[in-house]
């Protein structure tokens, strides 16, 4: 009996690295409001308080993400996918920005919105097939 044992970087790794982005993200909205967010000079009390909400809102998806990554083992690979699903809305809602006028254009705000679009797509790429569980068939043995 050969075992074929790769070394490489599974969905849950995969997982934990990306869930790192919404709290790295959720705390910079936490700490300063005012120059992580794109309008944030223009920001009234109102705005400071919902960037807050949202902080707190996108540190829970980071944890959960890190959860789940941790504790999930059969079927990760939805996960993944829903995980990959709740990124690629941020940047839809980016472009949405950008299309209505809500947010102005800038170049340095692309380059912002890639880091979401390269974890969206590693997620998925990651979760397409669900990994091969270690038991073996019996009759496939002999």
Known sequence: ???????????STIMK????????????????????IAVGPELTEYGIFVSRCVGVFAIFIGLTQWLVSIYVKENLHIFGRLFAA???STVFLEIYGWTSGLMEFELK??????IPV???LVLLI?????????????????
């Open 17 to 36: 690295l990306t869930g790192f982005l919404p709290i790295m993200i959720g705390t910079t909205f936490l700490l300063s409001p005012r120059t992580a």
């Open 109 to 114: 705000f692309l380059f912002a919105t890639m």
């Open 86 to 88: 709740g990124l690629s």
């Open 118 to 120: 390269f974890a969206t």
């Open 126 to 142: 990651y979760s397409i097939s669900p990994e091969q569980s270690g038991t073996v068939d019996k009759s496939k043995e002999e």
């Open 1 to 11: 009996m050969q075992e074929n044992e790769e070394i490489g970087v599974g969905l």
